[in-house]
């Protein structure tokens, strides 16, 4: 895909127990967590725009469900591997806040803490 300027979709935010490899400290939550580096490392080399993008489910006035896609700007692309990850974390910590509903297993955020 991106030897054709396609798009790649990737889910950074895995906690360790998923996927261990090539990780990097954030905050996340206020809370100490890591979050995978070894994909923003390769898309940095083929000049990658990273976005955020949110799949949300509201429900209507009437009752019925809505889906919403809402794409972020792009993160900077000054930035390096760590501040890349951290603004992901800031967005999806921000989300999380705003829209608690759209995380209803909300005890499963306990995985993405890692004690030091």
């Known amino acids: 895909a991106f030897s054709k300027n396609g798009v790649i979709f990737t889910l950074i935010d895995l906690p360790r127990s998923l996927y261990p490899y090539k990780r ?3 905050s996340l939550f206020n809370c100490p967590s890591s979050l995978p580096s070894g994909f923003i490392r390769w898309s940095l080399r ?13 429900v209507d006035p009437s009752g019925r469900f809505m889906r919403t896609l809402t794409i972020d700007p792009p993160i900077k692309d000054s930035l390096q591997i760590p501040e890349i990850l951290q603004a992901y974390a800031d967005r999806l910590s921000s989300l ?3 829209q608690p509903w759209q ?3 909300l005890q499963m955020l306990d995985q993405y803490i890692e004690e030091s």
């Open 96 to 98: 999380i806040a705003k």
């Open 46 to 58: 083929k000049n990658a725009v990273f976005l955020t993008v949110w799949n949300t489910i509201d």
């Open 103 to 105: 995380w209803l297993a």
């Open 24 to 26: 990097l400290p954030v």
